[in-house]
């Protein structure tokens, strides 16, 4: 095997290249990070690997955005394996044309659950915390998860307080904790 297939193949991050969003390849650490085998994710939409259609849709338009600007777009979010759990993940892609950075792309994925902001949230303050970075209100995030918007609003004081940040939208902005990303 070529030096070049054995470094992607054997990526210390979970590695995918992407063509229109469609995964042609995987690296071996898919499985740990993701619980897919290369091999079932290769030729699936990356959607699979998103909690909702909205985090694919908005993550998705800011990356295109950002990899038009710079070589390396970086940014967090919320991603999904394949047992469901959601997970803080760090994302970094690199477009191999700016000018249609969704045309073919690297990207790779690594857990941030220990060591990311959202490490010190409950998985209720999780959950409400992909619907904060999506700009859903109170209202309708309690509506999604059959709750209350008092409890709601509840979650998200113990989440200000947690990160210690002082409103709504300073939250907001520490999750995504990525220059430009508050946007979506």
Request: overall charge positive; proline content about 6%.
């Amino acid at each position: 095997m070529d030096p070049e297939r054995l470094a992607f193949r054997h990526a210390p991050d979970a590695t995918l290249i992407l063509a229109d969003r469609v995964i042609l390849r995987a690296s071996l650490r898919v499985e740990p990070v993701f619980g897919w085998r290369p091999a079932e994710l290769e030729g699936q939409s990356i959607r699979i690997l998103y909690p909702g259609q909205t985090d694919y849709e908005v993550i998705g338009d800011r990356a295109r955005r950002a990899m038009r600007e710079t070589e390396v777009y970086r940014d967090e979010r919320f991603m999904r394996r394949k047992d469901g759990q959601v997970v803080w993940m760090e994302g970094r892609g690199t477009a191999l044309d700016r000018d249609d950075p969704q045309r073919l792309a690297i990207w790779t994925y690594r857990p941030l659950e220990a060591e990311g902001p959202a490490g010190a949230l409950t998985p209720t303050e999780r959950r409400i915390a992909r619907y904060l970075v999506n700009g859903f209100t109170s209202k309708e995030i309690a509506q999604a998860l059959g709750s209350s918007p008092r409890t709601v609003e509840v979650h998200r004081a113990n989440m200000i307080r947690k990160m210690q940040v002082r409103n709504s939208f300073e939250l907001v902005s520490r999750l995504l904790a990525a220059p430009g990303a508050v946007e979506g």
